[in-house]
C-alpha cells in the first residue's frame, strides 16, 4: 500500500546532542511537510518542499534543518535538542491538486523525548 | 494572522448520539478546509476536505460544512460509535503550501 513512513517511531536522545528523523513516502508526492506537535496542542507547521525548493516558517528555529535527497526521503535534523523540543513530530505528503495543498497525507509520527 | 479554534476541546457523548464539532477560522481567505482524526500517539488521517467554492462533503457517517463568509465549518457524526472516539482537528489551507490546524476536540463515545 502506498504510504507514509517514519522512523523511528520513538527515538530518546539527552539534550544538545544532534538527531536525525527520518520520512519515507511511496505515493510519488511533490510535497512533503514537516510538523510538530506537543501534548495537546495544534500541529504546527515546521517546513516544506515542494520538489527540491525548500521553504522554511519564519518562526521555525535555526535549531531545526531539514534534508531531501530526492523525491521518497525528507529527514529533519535537530542539531542540538533543548527540553522544549520534545514533541510528536509528523511527516506529511502532498500532490499539487487544484488547491495549493490538496489533501495532506500523514505517517504515523515519531516522537521525541529529551533527557 | 490566521488563527483557528475548535470548541469544545472536549466532549464525552452515549454511544447512539448525533453529534457536531466545530471549528472557526479568523481570516476567510483559504483554499479548502480539511477534517482529520488524530488516534492518541498516531498520525492524522484526512476524514473530508472542503474546497473553498464548496459548501458540504459528507463520507459515510460524516458530513462537513463550510461557510466561508462567516468563517466557520461544523463536522456532524451521525450514530456515534465507541470507536469514533479520538481527537478531531480541523485545518484551512491558506495557500502557499501553509495550513493551520486546530487544537483539536477530544470525543469520546461511552459505550
Known amino acids: 500500500d502506498a504510504m507514509v513512513i517514519q522512523n523511528p517511531r520513538y527515538q530518546v536522545t539527552q539534550f544538545g546532542k544532534p538527531v536525525t528523523l527520518s520520512c519515507s513516502q511511496t505515493l510519488n508526492h511533490n510535497v512533503m511537510y514537516w510538523y510538530q506537535q506537543k501534548s495537546s496542542q495544534a500541529p504546527k507547521l515546521l517546513f516544506h518542499y515542494y520538489d527540491k525548493d525548500f521553504n522554511n516558517e519564519a518562526d521555525t528555529p535555526d535549531n531545526f534543518q531539514s534534508r531531501r535527497p530526492n523525491t521518497s526521503f525528507c529527514f529533519l535534523d535537530i542539531r542540538s535538542p533543548g527540553l522544549g523540543d520534545a514533541a510528536m513530530y509528523l511527516c506529511?505528503?502532498?500532490?499539487?491538486?487544484?488547491?495549493?495543498?490538496?489533501?495532506?497525507?500523514f505517517g504515523p509520527g515519531t516522537r521525541l523525548t529529551v533527557l | 494572522k490566521q488563527e483557528v479554534t475548535q470548541i469544545p476541546a472536549a466532549l464525552s457523548v452515549p454511544e447512539g448520539e448525533n453529534l457536531v464539532l466545530n471549528c472557526s477560522f479568523t481570516?476567510?481567505?483559504?483554499?479548502?478546509l480539511q477534517w482529520f482524526r488524530q488516534d492518541p500517539g498516531k498520525g492524522l488521517t484526512s476524514l473530508l476536505l472542503?474546497?473553498?467554492?464548496?459548501r458540504e462533503q459528507t463520507s459515510g457517517r460524516l458530513n462537513a460544512s463550510l461557510d466561508k463568509s462567516s468563517g466557520r465549518s461544523t463536522l456532524y457524526i451521525a450514530a456515534s460509535q465507541p470507536g469514533d472516539s479520538a481527537t478531531y482537528l480541523c485545518?484551512?489551507?491558506?495557500?502557499?503550501?501553509?495550513?493551520?490546524f486546530g487544537a483539536g476536540t477530544r470525543l469520546f463515545v461511552k459505550a
Open positions: 481570516d476567510s481567505a483559504i483554499y479548502n
Open positions: 472542503i474546497q473553498s467554492s464548496q
Open positions: 485545518a484551512v489551507d491558506t495557500g502557499g503550501f501553509k495550513t493551520i
Open positions: 506529511a505528503t502532498s500532490g499539487l491538486g487544484a488547491s495549493s495543498t490538496d489533501t495532506q497525507y
